[in-house]
């Protein structure tokens, strides 16, 4: 199971949000760079990077950023938030993003995710899906949707998009422990899919866990910044 540190960027700044919420935000770093920087010097191969601004905008943000990690580190990146346009896939593509994560327009605009596929090829995207108990949130998660995650992964492999991560808001940034069920739940109805658990991971433990439920992935953040996971320790994990 890959080990994916997490970048959340607002204003340029390394931050993390609690459950989603704006108004409960940390920054940890206002350079990004040596924060990704020291995820490889761990040993990590991969980095998941989310414009937080953007998603919210509604439109790309924080470009520079990804363009600045992606030049100076080796990190294979998926960069979300805020894409919505063909221009900003190919923008971020041409930043240096190895996979374009999209939520909320695989959610709320399918013909035009379908029309990036066959453009764009589905290895070239990540399937981000957020949750509120069963149900979708997008939009940076202000905004909860009738559709179920199930039904709505089922759709998009059946298209080709192999890789998801499924992030649990409820979970999220608390340091909770992550949501085992959903998670196991998922994996037995797609076998073959790349599934990234994300959201609620605080220990090693936890780490554990996922990949006894044969997640191929699991994203870490807040654990790794309130030291409860160290670097050291997922240099370990990549031996």
Known sequence: MQIIPAIDIIAGNCVRLSQGDYQRQTTYSTDPLTVARRFEDAGMQRLHLVDLEGAKAGE??????????AAHTALQIDFGGGIHTDEAVEAVISAGAT???????AVKAKEKFSQWITRFGAERFML?????????????????TDQEIVPFLEHWTSAGIQQVFCTDISKDGLLSGPSLAL??????RH??????ASGGVSSIEDLSALQELRCS?????????ENKITLEQLANWNK
């Open 60 to 69: 790309v943000v924080n470009l520079a950023v990804l363009e600045k990690i």
């Open 99 to 105: 996979w374009v994560t999209v939520g909320s327009v």
């Open 128 to 144: 981000g899906a957020d949750v509120k108990g069963i149900h979708l949130a997008v939009s940076g998660w202000t905004e909860t």
């Open 183 to 188: 998670y196991q739940e998922i994996i037995e």
């Open 191 to 196: 076998p073959g899919l790349f599934f990234i």
């Open 217 to 225: 992935g699991a994203i870490v953040g807040k654990a790794i910044y």
